[in-house]
């Protein structure tokens, strides 16, 4: 009892060190050099409104400046720039105490008889003491529309002794013909670095021992607000007393450890399910708010986009680690998905378990599409492809096709022509005897788009054995494993059809490969040496559907005519495609140099398929059952 009659009342910090005079403002240094100015030259507005979000010094300005317009002392006969602070009317103002200073809440006074009684019944009545008559309405767009019309006249033309201070935090809500009548001055959120600052400079005057990380998180929830955040500091100072760290802080707040949100980063740019799962484990078992952990993550989001376009720091330490292998694209759509599952889980009966499905959404339905263009864009330029993250993700797999398993190596191999030319499948047995041997020349295509496989190649294979011991198919294989780790050659070589010559080998593209061909023209020596080094006999490599297509095409029917006499009959009789009756049709089907679907008739291709069908297709049709389509 005796400690309660000691102590003497206390004063919340808002409202200890509310500012006083304009120079104590924090944050709105504009404004409060405006209202200066207007007072030293004596242009001094009938009507003022302030806008702007709570807690950012709305009110405080309105009592200042009704304190410049009234202040008497050090002999001023005027309205001043600087308020002493210490006469009757600056006390009594400070208090809420003066007469001649009416302070309205509008939300408490929302009719019309209301607003009459107030203040269209009193406005013509001089002021009883101080200069001028100064009515403050907070809130003033909770009036009702009868109250502001019936306040229209009176802010429009009041009495020369009078001033209106009209405060909102929702200006749009204001009817327009209220804000033409008053001086219009927004109120901007104070930064971080302000309100950080300003809350370590009052930890000083109470000799709290407070350290910059936990004035930055205060300042970071306070949205802007000095009066939140002198509020978050009241409840820090209850909760840990004169020493006030971050730990303490995050504890009071109860906010995501920023181990948890990397994690959950992390899990989001690698798409990992089994970490982001484990998380929310976590969440559970520590007791965390699912609509606290989500506004977290959000936050760190926002400041991760930031800093990815080389702006701000860290949020937390290994952030850039985290985001290494992502684009800014891809951290902007998980960003804006999140607010949209923040905004589900705030309904939702189970939060944790709506959090969690929400977040596998986004890890599912977000794709680094920015990221995919770059390496598409280096593959096509020949520039080596940037190394990514080692954790699995859902563009890789995209980017490459599947290998084929070794057993499959050997199985049949399918057959396809260009659009123009229809289409069939043939097989080959692996072990043909040695009578049915396929003559060395023979064409093969790429292999039709199965729904259930992977787009890769398909060449027939040639049995024929040559004086090394080694068929060109068994060449090719070789350097498949050659370059097994070097994936750009890889891709080249598993994306194009092959035509084996005798001592030259044509890769040609399919529609919608095209663009393999520049990085393919860089790769040919690479090739051929490859091809020398297994075969020991120097193998030309030529692209087809190049600049000089139509030579090599024509080159291709002059190699290939001696090989057209030794066509050779299977077991049934029946003649099997040559390489020179190969490569004209492929020749045929070839794009030409200019650009596909602009210049091509693809009606007469139409046509001159169901008029007329190959005699290759036509024998294959006799061995396999199926049918032809145009």
């Not at 009110?59 to 009704?66: K, N, S």
């Not at 009041?158 to 009817?175: M, N």
């Not at 930890?203 to 930055?216: F, R, V």
């Amino acid at each position: 009892m005796e400690m309660f009659e000691e102590n003497t009342q206390y004063i919340s910090l808002a409202n200890k060190y509310r500012p006083q005079k304009f120079e104590d403002m924090v944050g709105q240094e504009n404004i409060s050099k405006t209202l200066q100015n207007a007072l030293k030259l004596g242009r001094i507005a009938h009507a003022y409104l302030f806008y702007g979000p709570r807690g950012c010094g709305k009110t405080t300005t309105a009592r200042i400046l009704a304190k410049a317009l009234n202040c008497t002392g050090n002999g001023n006969k005027k309205p001043t720039a600087e308020p002493c602070g210490q006469c009757p009317q600056c006390l009594e103002i400070a208090q809420s105490a003066d007469m001649d200073v009416l302070e309205l809440d509008a939300a408490s006074n929302t009719q019309v008889e209301k607003v009459r009684e107030a203040i269209i019944d009193t406005v013509a009545l001089a002021a009883s003491r101080d200069r001028f008559k100064v009515f403050i309405l907070d809130e003033v767009h909770m009036l009702s529309a009868s109250s502001f019309n019936a306040l229209l006249k009176t802010i429009e033309e009041p009495p020369s002794h009078v001033v209106f201070i009209l405060a909102t935090t929702e200006k749009h809500k204001v009817p327009a013909t209220i804000v033409s009548r008053c001086q219009t001055f927004r109120f901007r959120p104070i930064t971080v670095d302000e309100i950080t600052n300003h809350l370590l400079d009052l930890a000083g005057a109470e000799n709290i021992d407070l350290t910059p990380a936990a004035a930055k998180i205060i300042a970071k929830n306070a949205g802007g607000a000095m009066r939140d955040a002198l509020t978050l500091l009241d409840r820090a100072i209850a909760y840990a007393g004169s020493r006030i760290d971050e730990k303490m802080v995050s504890e009071l707040l109860g906010l995501t450890p920023d181990e948890l949100i990397k994690q959950a980063v992390e899990a989001l740019t690698c798409k990992n399910g089994t970490q982001l799962h484990q998380i929310f484990e976590t969440l559970r078992e520590e007791g965390f708010d699912a609509n606290s952990f989500l506004k977290d993550l959000k936050n760190a989001l926002g400041d991760l986009f930031y800093f990815s376009l080389g702006q701000g720091s860290e949020p937390f330490e290994g952030a850039a680690a985290a985001i290494a292998g992502v684009s800014t694209g891809f951290l902007a759509q998980v960003s804006r998905k999140l607010n949209k599952i923040i905004e589900e889980v705030k309904f939702s009966d189970n939060a944790l378990v709506s959090a969690e499905v929400g977040m596998f959404t986004i890890m599912d339905s977000c794709l680094d599409i920015d990221g995919f263009v770059r390496r598409l864009e280096a593959l096509e330029k020949g520039l080596p492809v940037e190394k990514e993250s080692p954790a699995p993700r859902t563009t890789e797999t995209l980017q490459k096709p599947t290998p084929r398993p070794a057993a499959a190596k050997h199985m049949p191999q399918s057959f396809k022509q260009e659009p123009s030319v229809s289409s069939a499948k043939r097989f080959a047995p692996a072990a043909a005897p040695a009578a049915a041997r396929l003559p060395e020349d023979i064409i093969s295509a790429e292999a039709e788009d199965e729904p259930e496989e992977e787009a890769e190649q398909a060449v027939i294979e040639p049995i024929a054995v040559k004086p090394d011991g080694l068929t060109d198919r068994q060449i090719w294989d070789k350097m498949l494993k050659q370059f097994a780790k070097s994936p750009f050659v890889y891709d080249i070589m598993t994306n194009c059809s092959v035509t084996f010559g005798q001592d030259q080998w044509i890769l040609c593209f399919g529609p919608g490969k095209e663009f393999y061909q520049i990085p393919a023209q860089n790769k040919l020596p690479e090739m051929e040496q490859a091809a020398l080094k297994i075969s020991g006999r120097v193998i030309k490599i030529k692209l087809e559907g190049s600049s000089d297509g139509g030579q090599r095409r024509e080159d291709t029917k002059k190699d290939s005519l001696g090989a057209a006499e030794s066509v050779k009959q299977t077991p049934a009789g029946k003649p099997l495609q040559t390489a020179a009756v190969a490569a004209e049709k492929t020749a045929k089907a070839v794009l030409s140099d200019e650009e596909p679907f602009i210049k091509a008739d693809f009606e007469a291709d139409v046509v001159a398929s169901k008029e007329e069908t190959p005699e290759e297709v036509k024998n294959i049709l006799e061995i396999f059952s199926g049918e032809l389509l145009a």
